[in-house]
């Protein structure tokens, strides 16, 4: 794939032949639940449960899904290849910047609903595992 930095805005990108072809998100996320889960989910629950905080996984929230709910908190664990961490692909292809489009028009979504939303990067929850438990529970509390 041909890298290219995205100059349009979210229009541009809405009418591109990108969007409609796109990236298939609602097969995706489907593809998602049922995927076994990654070791960044499996440190953060592990994380969540030694701390006694109670959780649920994979919950349904309007038309998102979101990977760990405490009371109206989302905390969302993304994978840097899947979604196109800033620090780990600093340079984004136009599909990968829709994918970034796709995710922050979710979080929109799920503030509009009043959710609070923090998002841990793969890349933080690995190299700086104290650091982002750290952050987690500030934000649970
Ligand atoms: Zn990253």
């Known amino acids: ?5 995205f100059s349009g805005d979210i229009r541009d ?5 990108l969007m409609r072809k796109g990236i298939p ?14 070791s960044i989910e499996k440190l953060v629950a592990a994380w969540l449960e030694a701390d006694g905080i109670s959780f649920r ?4 929230i309007g038309k998102c899904h979101v990977d ?16 196109c961490c800033h620090r780990c692909y ?7 910047q829709l994918k970034r489009f796709r995710d922050i028009s979710r979080y929109q979504y799920l503030g509009r609903r009043g959710y609070k939303i923090l998002v841990l990067w793969e890349c933080d ?3 700086q595992p104290d650091q982002t438990r750290k952050q987690l529970n500030a934000f649970v509390v």
Do not use: F
């Not at 794939?1 to 930095?5: D, R, V």
């Not at 996984?57 to 349904?60: A, D, L, M, Q």
């Open 13 to 17: 990108a809405k009418d591109s032949k």
């Open 125 to 127: 929850i690995l190299s």
């Open 1 to 5: 794939m041909a890298e290219c930095s």
């Open 90 to 96: 600093p340079k984004k292809t136009r599909a990968q």
């Open 68 to 83: 760990i709910l405490v009371g109206k908190k989302v905390i969302e664990l993304n994978g840097c290849y899947w979604h």
């Open 25 to 38: 998100s609602s097969a995706a996320r489907k593809h998602n639940r049922k995927r076994p889960k990654s």
């Open 57 to 60: 996984t994979e919950v349904r």
